[in-house]
């Protein structure tokens, strides 16, 4: 009965137009030295080098907002601007343009006490558990803030935030800050830095040069930050996430020395070849559910998803069309190497079960 319910909990609806069809019952997901693969019932994988427009339409959509100095504790406001989103697809006959994908601009000018900037957020807001990754490669312009993070609401918030005015090449040092906000947070004024989940991890390598891939994996009770594959760090303790959000990638300056500096004497960019999320929706019923975990109970499809590691961002072994699916709608997708699993009944069982912690 216990292992029932706690399946249901676990198996979600999966969305046809974003799970492919030879994983009909998700994405297996393994986190280094944590234990027994995930798994995860949706999947969104965008590949923004073959993107020539950004739009509701591919799951994303740019915003358009202001915030003013005061409420975002700079010199100056913030401005995000459509236009500041730009497609830049792959031409057909290269395989590595190093400005291919999508650019979020920060611009150097400050127009009406505001600096501009950029930010997309997915359209679906039902990402709950799930494994979140994204290829970027960062600014090197002094002034700016390149975030990547998962959103509820400001005390459930994950954050990956690279500060260009933090690197030093004669160092070697290359930090990114990790952030879960929290209740803990809001009553330290929203100074995470102050709280038990900010953590600022030298990368070893420099961000701006090439293109990584950065991870965060959300589950009950806790979170895990990679840098192509590595873990960085983990984050655990009172007051988690515990909802489901949305994804945002945001690029932007106001001026504030304490974080992001600026603004850049230069046009500043973030560049960004794909995201891809492996969750479970936080939108579900009971009827849903139980419909999920009875199609999979028997000798179904588990995608196994790899790994990136350093070196191999971008290349041909994770871009669409390798071990996947020929589902029309999802040609824009960029699946990734991945292998087709068959679970035994038991094994499928099993695994879910070790996902929740029922078996150790």
């Not at 359209?123 to 509820?152: I, P, Q």
């Not at 991890?201 to 192509?228: C, M, Q, T, W």
């Not at 760090?233 to 932007?252: F, K, N, T, V, Y």
Request: hydrophobic letters at 35%; one cysteine or more.
């Amino acid at each position: 009965m216990i292992l029932t319910a706690m399946l249901a909990l676990i198996l979600q609806p999966a969305l046809v137009a974003f799970v492919a069809a030879t994983c009909e019952c998700g994405y297996s997901v393994t986190t280094p030295n944590h234990g027994d693969p995930l798994i995860f019932t949706d999947a969104i994988e965008s590949n923004f080098l073959t993107l020539d427009k950004l739009d509701s339409d591919n799951g994303w959509v740019p915003q358009q907002f202001n915030v003013t100095a005061k409420d975002g504790r700079g010199r100056y406001g913030k401005t995000f601007l459509p236009d500041n989103v730009v497609a830049r697809p792959r031409a057909e006959d290269s395989a590595g343009e190093e400005n291919a994908g999508l650019e979020l601009v920060v611009g150097q000018k400050v127009e009406g006490d505001a600096v501009s900037g950029a930010e997309i957020d997915s359209k679906r807001l039902d990402l709950h558990w799930g494994s979140y990754r994204a290829g970027m490669k960062v600014t090197e312009v002094n002034g700016t803030c390149a975030a990547f993070f998962w959103y509820f609401n400001d005390t459930q918030e994950i954050d990956m935030e690279f500060l260009s005015r933090e690197f030093d090449r004669d160092r070697g040092y290359f930090p990114v800050n990790l952030v879960v906000q929290t209740q803990q947070s809001k009553d330290a004024g929203f100074d995470a830095s102050k709280t038990d989940h900010f953590k600022r991890i030298n990368l070893g390598f420099n961000p701006a040069a090439d293109f990584h891939e950065y991870r965060f994996d959300y589950s009950p009770d806790k979170v895990v930050f990679f840098a192509d594959g590595k873990v960085l760090a983990e984050m655990r303790g009172d007051g988690m996430p515990s909802s489901g959000g949305h994804l945002i990638l945001q690029h932007w300056s106001n001026g504030n020395p304490l974080w992001s500096g600026g603004p850049p004497e230069e046009d500043a960019l973030l560049k960004v070849q794909y995201v891809r999320a492996y969750f479970n929706s936080s939108d579900m019923d009971t009827a849903s559910r139980e419909k999920a975990m009875d199609g999979c109970l028997g000798s179904k499809r588990v995608c196994e998803v790899k790994d990136v590691t350093d070196g191999n961002v971008g290349t041909d072994e994770n871009e669409a069309g390798d071990e996947s699916t020929d589902d029309d709608e999802n040609d824009d997708d960029s699946r990734g190497a991945r292998t087709v699993l068959a679970l035994s009944p038991m094994g499928w069982t099993a695994t879910l079960a070790a996902m929740v912690g029922l078996l150790d």
